[in-house]
């Protein structure tokens, strides 16, 4: 017998051969052993399935003919054809041709074929079948209801999950080709074809079934995905094509086995499914991203992305083909490692250690590989859970695997150290925004570092600017002082500096272990210590929102010791090098020592400049973001206000002053801005209070005065007078 070309309606017209003797072909008989037909079950990864074939379909007969590639099947010598492989595809086409025959009033011998189609999988749906082959419905109301509402159809039939298919599918192409027209005749015409290869010599055992078809379960997804590759490679490349299936069903299941999940089977059998499908999505997005466009706003879907990336369609398709392939190979044998986790751990840690970079063990794993195969995209497959400083760091890592022979394990630590530097400073630049989308050229950055060991300068828009300046510098450094690296990548990887260490610099690393032992200290005590020294506020660019430390939350920390677009980062660092300086350890009772001479001095010179009442009142030391907030601090230096968000001022928004004095009647809906009492209300000054009446503030009743010196500096504590004048007013 040999391997022809056949369309639905004519395979039952053709003559076979089998050592010269013809056999004419007489039915196609899914056989006992068979699935169930499962193109109309309901569940989302069918409901998927059978849209992208009803969409395949449609457009063969609306647009271009299509071929499905093989069916698989013996004949026996009374030309009857079991499929062994091909038996949903060959069922859709029996429904479809049926509801062409019937929408377009063809009936008697012309489509007479469809009687020779049938099911052995049970009698019911066999006879339903036969039944169906010759009805005709009216095409006035759902047609799943009409056969049910005919005699001929028992309800129990309801229950076989052949039929129950069958009927969702028979709805689903009357909704997709009821507005088409001679759906009959391009069908005839060879719209859908298919290739039928016969087995030979092979006998119709129960075990060859067993074998092909994993008796009787329905297919999974991942076993289209992996039947749609193959047929896409097929027409690519043959050669590639057994290549790659080999090794999905070989090497590279072996890779993923270990990190298979439970299956949803009635044996809880565990698969690893999921794992491939995910990784594979990985793969087609750096594909993306290596071709300057980002995956944004595109389909995620498996069977889109073969057809956008291992198609015809793709120019780039045998390209593509090679990437996935190597992205998977890279992992599979890996020298000197029986297993990705035991590579990943080699360099990885979630404590600072010698020849290995840190990892957030409160948000990350450490094996970033088997992180992938589990959170690459949720169940739906179309939202992406592993964040894009992620993406980075696992396209690093594969990026060396597949050069593994080019850059020896030592430069590698080095280099995936300056790329995980790079990674944690830049959170605002690792972005794929449709109108920000950096991750090509960090993709090349990346490509640089680990091939090279250098920045590539000539990359524009990829990390942030400054830690790749700061890289570049510490590359240098490290060239003319070998012996500082350990101490150098101790400092990086302390949690406060993540990396950047530009707020000691690379002139006093010898201020390390003093930085350490400052930071086993209370936050609270540190903040105040550093105020006393000077102040190390920072101005936004927005020119009124200032950053300041927090006692509570690391953010406030974070934008003062990183380099951005903040005015003052070269004041917090003399004022932190100032604090370092004068002890080699710190405690706790050697900040508040610090604190309390600074107030001691401000109090016996009588002198209250504004980090005065900073120190000395908590209420002044946000203990939220580090945010204070003040229009026009250069002529009005006492008037910051405490914000307890990010970015906005709400109710919870307070002039320290007010809320020190008489916490009991600061107005929230004022934000914070006055003290109520009664009819009148309290506001404050630069250098005075005022007494308002509520309906006319035009004219203060009275204005409290707060005595200044010529340098416009308090030479009185004004939250003792206002108290006082509160007391007594």
């Not at 059978?50 to 009374?78: H, M, N, Q, W």
């Not at 430069?411 to 400073?425: A, C, E, S």
Request: proline share 3%; hydrophobic share 35%; with cysteine.
């Amino acid at each position: 017998m040999s391997t022809r070309l056949h369309s639905f309606p004519d395979i039952f017209e053709s003559v076979f051969y089998e050592d010269k003797n013809p056999i004419h072909l007489q039915k196609i008989v899914i056989p006992i052993i068979q699935r169930d037909y499962a193109q109309g079950r309901r569940d989302s990864d069918v409901d998927r399935i059978r849209s992208r074939f009803l969409d395949a379909l449609y457009d063969a007969v609306t647009k271009a003919p299509i071929t499905l590639d093989f069916v698989y099947g013996d004949i026996d010598e009374k030309g009857i054809m079991t499929p062994l492989d091909g038996q949903q595809r060959l069922t859709t086409l029996f429904l479809l041709h049926w509801y062409a025959a019937r929408k377009e009033n063809v009936f008697g011998e012309e489509s007479g074929f469809l009687r020779k189609f049938s099911y052995e999988t049970r009698y019911s749906a066999r006879y339903f079948c036969a039944e169906l082959a010759d009805f005709g419905p009216s095409f006035r109301r759902k047609i799943s209801e009409e056969i049910i509402n005919q005699a001929w159809f028992p309800l129990d039939w309801k229950k076989d999950p052949t039929i129950s298919s069958m009927l969702v599918m028979i709805d689903a192409i009357d909704e997709k080709f009821r507005e088409v027209d001679d759906i009959w005749g391009k069908l005839r015409a060879g719209a859908v074809t298919f290739y039928f290869l016969p087995i030979k010599d092979m006998g119709l055992t129960d075990e060859l079934y067993i074998k092909m078809n994993s008796r009787g379960k329905p297919l999974t997804l991942f076993e289209h995905f992996k039947a749609e590759l193959e047929r896409k490679l097929r027409v690519l490349d043959e050669t590639a094509a057994r290549r790659i299936i080999f090794k999905t069903d070989r090497e590279w299941t072996d890779l993923l086995w270990r990190y298979r999940s439970s299956g949803s089977g009635t044996d809880n059998d565990y698969i690893m499914d999921d794992e491939f499908l995910r990784y594979f999505k990985f793969i087609c997005d750096i594909i993306c991203y290596q071709q300057g466009e980002s995956p944004q706003g595109r389909s995620s879907d498996e069977f889109d992305l073969l057809e956008q990336y291992f198609s015809r369609q793709s120019k780039d398709a045998l390209k593509n083909l090679e990437t996935m392939e190597r992205y998977f190979d890279c992992w599979c044998s890996i020298s000197g490692y029986d297993s990705p986790s035991a590579f990943l751990e080699s360099f990885m840690s979630y404590q600072h250690e010698p020849g290995k970079i840190l990892v957030d063990a409160s948000r990350y794993m450490i094996d970033i590989f088997g992180d992938c195969l589990h959170s690459y995209s949720d169940k739906t497959g179309k939202i992406r859970q592993f964040p894009l400083n992620r993406v980075v760091l696992l396209y690093a890592i594969t990026s060396y695997l597949q050069h593994q022979t080019e850059i020896t394990e030592k430069d590698f630590v080095r280099r995936i150290r300056i790329v995980n530097n790079l990674i944690q400073n830049s959170e605002d630049e690792i972005s794929d925004r449709i109108d920000r989308n950096r991750i090509p050229a960090i993709l090349k950055e990346v490509d640089a570092i680990i091939l090279t060991g250098q920045i590539d300068d000539s990359i524009e828009n990829n990390f942030n600017v400054n830690q790749l300046q700061e890289e570049k510098d510490k590359i240098l450094y490290l060239q003319e002082h070998p012996e500082d690296a350990e101490r150098l990548f101790a400092l990086e990887d302390h949690p406060m500096l993540k990396g950047q260490i530009s707020i000691l610099g690379l002139d006093h690393l010898d201020y390390g272990d003093r930085f350490a032992s400052l930071f086993t200290c209370g936050w609270d005590r540190i903040d105040c210590a550093l105020m006393a020294t000077g102040n190390y506020g920072q101005m936004e660019r927005n020119k009124w929102r200032y950053q300041f430390a927090s006692k509570s939350m690391q953010i406030a920390w974070d934008e003062l010791f990183h380099k951005s677009a903040n005015a003052g980062f070269e004041k917090t660092r003399k004022i932190l090098l100032s604090l370092l300086s004068t002890n080699q350890t710190f405690t706790d009772d050697i900040l508040q020592k610090i604190a309390d001479d600074f107030i001691a001095e401000c109090e016996e010179k009588k002198l209250f400049p504004w980090r005065y009442y900073y120190i000395k009142y908590p209420v002044f030391r946000p203990g939220s973001y580090g945010k204070l907030s003040n229009r026009n601090a250069e002529e009005q230096p006492y008037m910051f206000a405490v914000m307890q968000t990010r970015s906005m001022w709400s109710q919870n928004t307070y002039m320290p002053y007010l809320k020190a004095a008489d916490e009991a009647h600061l107005s929230r809906d004022d934000m914070g801005m006055r003290l109520i009492y009664g009819d009148q209300h309290i506001v404050c000054r630069n250098d005075c209070y005022l007494l308002r009446n509520n309906e006319n503030e035009d004219e203060p009743v009275e204005t409290l005065t707060i005595r200044q010196n010529e340098e416009g500096v308090d030479t009185e504590d004004r939250i003792i007078r206002l108290k006082e004048y509160i007391k007594w007013g």
